[in-house]
């Protein structure tokens, strides 16, 4: 899971601004995922994709949005209509989506913080 | 779709006892069932992992345990050490998508 990298490590936003959160991997994975995690509360799913130019909202995408022009590549940009989006954010990648058992790795997070 | 719930949410166990965590799932067509651990501030990491086809799996001190018909499976931790002290997560997955548990914050007391 050392092939995920994301950035910044922490990053704060301003009220009325947009900011992207960046992740890149190098494991050839397919699928790639972004988690939001609020202080002592599980991981819920924001957007995912499969596949290159495709992604799927998650259970909490309002005010998210995402892109994957290349598959190593899956940014996050939280958007002003966001409005409480200080969390950690962590970034994920698996081997193909549609295939049973493969299990999902994790980046090293990113902490946001509205200021 | 998919509601995994994950019991106790808090659990301290004295050093060197055993911890169980125990988690259920919705959706019949989960197979795959992974187990995170957390540590304060980093990313979940993979401790061990079930599928569908298997019962019960081990690795040195930790095991896992499914019930396909229940729609249940556990984690169980032997001879707790300080360094077992996190935060686990359980989840399941039908290949599209991972469903995480809520999580179990355990505290192994010296």
């Known amino acids: 899971d050392g092939g995920i990298t994301q950035s910044p490590k922490y990053l704060f936003r301003k009220e009325g601004q947009n900011v992207t959160l960046s992740c890149e991997q190098n494991?050839?994975?397919?699928?790639m995922y972004w988690y939001r995690q609020d202080p002592g509360q599980g991981l819920r799913l924001i957007y995912y994709?499969?596949?290159?130019?495709?992604?799927q909202k998650g259970d909490i995408a309002e005010g998210y949005s995402v892109s994957r022009e290349k598959k190593e590549s899956f940014p996050l940009t939280v958007t002003s209509a966001q409005k409480n989006p200080t969390a950690f954010y962590l970034c994920?990648?698996?081997?193909?989506?549609?295939?049973?058992?493969?299990?999902?790795?994790f980046g090293e997070g990113s902490w946001l913080t509205v200021v | 779709g998919e509601n995994v719930e994950q019991h106790p949410s808090t659990l301290s166990v004295q050093e060197g006892d055993s911890a169980v965590i125990k988690c259920t799932y919705s959706?019949?067509?989960?197979?795959?069932f992974p187990w995170y651990k957390q540590e304060l501030g980093k990313r979940p990491q993979l401790i061990i992992d079930?599928?569908?086809?298997?019962g019960e799996k081990k690795d040195q001190r930790i095991a896992v345990t499914l019930n396909k018909t229940a729609k249940h499976f556990s984690l169980h931790i032997t001879e707790t050490q300080p360094e077992d002290s996190a935060v686990y997560f359980c989840?399941?997955?039908?290949?599209?998508?991972?469903?995480f548990g809520t999580g179990t914050s355990l505290t192994v007391i010296p």
């Open positions: 994920a990648s698996s081997i193909a989506g549609g295939t049973s058992g493969n299990t999902i790795y």
């Open positions: 494991l050839n994975h397919d699928a």
């Open positions: 994709s499969q596949i290159v130019n495709d992604f």
């Open positions: 959706d019949s067509a989960s197979n795959y």
């Open positions: 079930i599928r569908s086809n298997v």
């Open positions: 989840a399941a997955s039908t290949g599209n998508q991972f469903y």
